[in-house]
């Protein structure tokens, strides 16, 4: 194969997400022999992004404005905080366009096994947030994980001194989902969120 530096960027490439080795190969190739037109431009846009793009002061969303496009954003709903784990959590309800209202990424979920305590979340500026006014409703977008059930009830504790509405994505059968594939937990809570029609 290549030298050193082929080797090293096939290994940078093979830790990206949903990228093992064989993808990475076939990437570096693809980047190699075509560098003025893909390799250098993708070099500089990660150099870019690299130097411009930090987390949002207000909801730790990514962009190189601060507060982020979002949060300045004058006909976003002011009333509603969608509580997100992660950055990608956010991208992909804007991606929906379902939700017009403000975020919140709280960096994570409480989890006793891999050492994720309260501390360790975002909560506090979260709180300082709705405490300062004007928001009527927290949407927990939390994951239908334990961890995400976890964080979701610790964090209704501390909210609802708060005055605020506190709700919670739907869970359950998803679209196009055949009732005869899904594991006993998401056919329960399905049963049990049910609503009239």
């Known amino acids: 194969m290549g030298g050193p530096e082929v080797e090293r960027l096939i290994s940078l490439l093979a830790k990206l997400p949903g990228m093992g080795p064989r993808s990475a190969r076939r990437a570096a190739l693809r980047l190699l022999t075509e560098p003025e037109t893909r390799m250098l431009p993708l070099a500089q846009a990660l150099a870019e992004a690299a130097r411009a793009v930090k987390p949002c002061g207000v909801c730790g969303n990514l962009d190189s ?5 979002i949060c300045a954003d004058p006909h976003r709903d002011r009333t509603v905080i969608c509580v997100v784990e992660g950055v990608g959590e956010l991208w992909a309800l804007e991606r929906a366009q379902v939700h017009r209202g403000l975020y919140h990424v709280l960096g994570g979920t409480l989890s006793a096994l891999g050492g994720v305590g309260p501390d360790d979340l975002n909560v506090a500026p979260l709180i300082a947030r709705i ?8 949407i927990l977008a939390l994951g239908a994980t334990v961890d995400g059930a976890t964080t979701a009830h610790w964090l209704t504790d501390r909210l609802r001194p708060l005055g605020v509405r506190i709700t919670r994505l739907a869970q359950g059968v998803p679209m196009g989902g055949a009732l005869d594939i899904l594991d006993d937990g998401t056919l329960a809570t399905a049963l049990r969120a049910r609503r009239p029609v």
């Open 131 to 138: 405490e300062a006014g004007g928001v009527e409703e927290a």
């Open 65 to 69: 404005l601060d507060p982020c496009a």
